[in-house]
């Protein structure tokens, strides 16, 4: 499983020009997920999110866990596409949608986050605080 996590001032979906989901300060995630990837990868990788303590304490430090800030979970199959081969991403190594759906499901829930519209065409608007981005995976 693979998550792009960008710190946002503000992000939003919107899926034929309906804007399905919006938040503010917070963070908008970008979920890969894999053919081997379990629940407990799912809450492992959460549980990692909700510790992170990237946002800024009172000195001005990246100290700071993610509290009450909004999340916004987009799932992002594309996170798994493979071009060392060629100039054609392949994306065999990202799972199919009977099994991701769940685990993104079941990753966005254990974090209480909005969402996207899984397996959707979506438009996703952010505007970066920081910018603050890391991938993590596990």
């Known amino acids: ?18 804007q399905i989901s919006a938040i503010g ?10 053919h081997d990837d379990t629940d407990e990868i799912a809450d492992r990788l959460a549980d990692k999110v909700k510790a992170l303590r990237i946002f800024e304490d009172a000195d001005g430090k990246m100290n700071d866990p993610l509290g009450d800030r909004a999340i916004l979970v987009v799932s992002q199959f594309t996170l798994y596409g493979d ?6 991403p392949s994306f065999i190594t990202a799972s199919r949608p009977d099994h991701a759906e ?10 209480d986050a909005q969402g996207g519209v ?16 890391l991938m993590l995976e596990l």
């Open 25 to 34: 300060p917070g963070l908008l995630i970008l979920l890969g997920i894999t």
């Open 118 to 133: 899984f397996g959707a065409h979506m438009s996703v608007e952010l505007v970066n605080d920081g910018p603050v981005t």
């Open 83 to 88: 071009t060392r081969r060629g100039n054609r």
């Open 1 to 18: 499983m693979r998550a792009l996590i960008q710190r946002v001032s503000r992000a939003s979906v919107t899926v034929d020009g309906e």
């Open 102 to 111: 769940p685990l993104y499901e079941r990753f966005r829930t254990r974090l």
